[in-house]
């Protein structure tokens, strides 16, 4: 099994997120990040990341799974998008 770390967490995973650019497809088991769906874009990537490290700080480190994701996604994408935009 390849092993490598989550970008957001920073947990040892035993999938790799992305291969050759592409993705996984799977999820974080200790964050709940969809690889290949939540980091879709290459350009929103690494906001995207700090974004959901943040949120997942903020709910106490553990899995963001269920309806919370669906909120979480949907956040975070709206202010991965939003750091691209000219301030
Ligand atoms: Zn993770």
Redesign the pocket.
Known sequence: MPQSV?P??E?VLDFEPWHDGVSSQEI?P??G?HFGYNDARPDLREAVYTEWRSEWDSAGRRPITGSEWKRVSTSVAQRALSKLRPH
Request: glycine share 0%; net charge neutral.
């Open positions: 989550c957001v967490c947990s974080c200790f964050c990040i």
